[in-house]
């Protein structure tokens, strides 16, 4: 069994967060596969265009926090940013579908997608700080970029959950539709079915001005955030974290 469920059919790939025991934390092992899924899906003619969804009741819960843990101890982090890099450079339509929470990466994550539809039922959250981390996947650029600073700051220093129209009312997602994962295929088709080099072309001039800038946002923030992953204050949240209880910084 994997924890990423990969299906291509009508020439749309989907790539299913499938962990659901674990509220579809996602893992080294994840990361790789999504970035391996990404690489196929772009040198397959035949697929159009991609979508990435979690389980009905959940999207993502972020990284796993055992992971980070593990990090913190000495381990290398490269996984998610080669990630990253890869939804960054993917050169055909990427669409996400989020139902349930979207944490972290969750929702760092559709910052790079075309277009994200949500469930009622969605939120997102970015508790980077209360992790005793920073914004990642270029988000310290992106986000104020896509909300504005003081939205930005809500989510990003104080952690604020948002829900799903309040993501809509700031443009963070396309739509909220009850079935999140169809309404974003039936975008798909309607992608899928477009002259591919003419989408292409135009997704690869959209990004022109930003990509690089991007880029560099997501190699500088990825240093910070291992700095700050190996920090004692990061140590103490993950523990907290695993021993369901909440973060004690006062000692900092
Ligand atoms: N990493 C590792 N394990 C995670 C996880 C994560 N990001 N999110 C959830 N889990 C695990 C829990 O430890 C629990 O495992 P267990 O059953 O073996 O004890 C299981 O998934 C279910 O989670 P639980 O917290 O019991 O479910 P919930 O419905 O009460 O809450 C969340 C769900 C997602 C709101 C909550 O788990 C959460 O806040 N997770 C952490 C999110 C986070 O901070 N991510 C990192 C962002 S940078």
């Given at each position: 069994?994997?924890d990423i469920?990969?299906?291509?059919?009508?020439?749309?790939?989907?790539?299913?967060?499938?962990?659901?025991?674990?509220?579809?934390?996602l893992t080294v092992e994840m990361y790789e596969q999504l970035t391996a899924a990404l690489?196929?899906?772009?040198?397959?003619?035949?697929?159009?265009?991609?979508?990435?969804?979690?389980?009905?009741?959940?999207?993502?819960?972020?990284n796993d926090?055992?992971d980070?843990?593990?990090?913190?101890?000495?381990?290398?982090v490269t996984a998610p940013l080669d990630f990253l890099r890869a939804i960054?450079?993917?050169?055909?339509?990427?669409?996400?579908?989020?139902?349930?929470?979207?944490?972290?990466i969750?929702?760092?994550l559709?910052?790079?997608?075309?277009?994200?539809?949500?469930?009622?039922?969605?939120?997102?959250?970015?508790?980077?700080?209360?992790?005793?981390?920073?914004?990642?996947?270029?988000?310290?650029?992106?986000?104020?970029?896509?909300?504005?600073?003081?939205?930005?700051?809500?989510?990003?220093?104080?952690?604020?959950?948002?829900?799903?129209?309040?993501?809509?009312?700031?443009?963070?997602?396309?739509?909220?539709?009850?079935?999140?994962?169809?309404?974003?295929?039936?975008?798909?088709?309607?992608?899928?079915?477009?002259?591919?080099?003419?989408?292409?072309?135009?997704?690869?001039?959209?990004?022109?001005?930003?990509?690089?800038?991007?880029?560099?946002?997501?190699?500088?923030?990825?240093?910070?955030?291992?700095?700050?992953?190996?920090?004692?204050?990061?140590?103490?949240?993950?523990?907290?974290?695993?021993?369901?209880?909440?973060?004690?910084?006062?000692?900092?």
């Amino acid at each position: 069994m994997t924890d990423i469920a990969i299906d291509t059919t009508d020439r749309i790939t989907t790539l299913r967060f499938a962990r659901a025991a674990k509220k579809n934390a996602l893992t080294v092992e994840m990361y790789e596969q999504l970035t391996a899924a990404l690489a196929a899906a772009s040198a397959d003619p035949q697929v159009r265009a991609v979508i990435i969804t979690g389980t009905p009741e959940c999207f993502t819960s972020g990284n796993d926090i055992a992971d980070f843990a593990r990090a913190n101890a000495g381990g290398e982090v490269t996984a998610p940013l080669d990630f990253l890099r890869a939804i960054v450079n993917f050169d055909k339509p990427l669409l996400a579908a989020v139902s349930g929470v979207a944490i972290g990466i969750g929702t760092t994550l559709l910052l790079h997608c075309d277009l994200v539809v949500a469930s009622p039922t969605a939120k997102f959250k970015t508790p980077f700080v209360a992790l005793g981390l920073v914004p990642e996947g270029g988000s310290s650029v992106l986000l104020p970029a896509l909300v504005g600073a003081r939205r930005a700051n809500q989510m990003l220093l104080l952690g604020e959950q948002i829900d799903a129209p309040t993501a809509l009312a700031w443009g963070l997602v396309n739509e909220v539709a009850d079935d999140a994962y169809a309404a974003a295929l039936a975008k798909a088709k309607l992608l899928a079915a477009c002259a591919p080099n003419a989408i292409k072309s135009s997704k690869a001039l959209m990004g022109r001005p930003t990509r690089e800038q991007v880029l560099e946002t997501i190699a500088h923030e990825g240093k910070v955030f291992g700095a700050q992953l190996r920090s004692p204050e990061a140590m103490e949240a993950f523990q907290a974290f695993m021993a369901r209880r909440p973060a004690d910084f006062s000692r900092f």
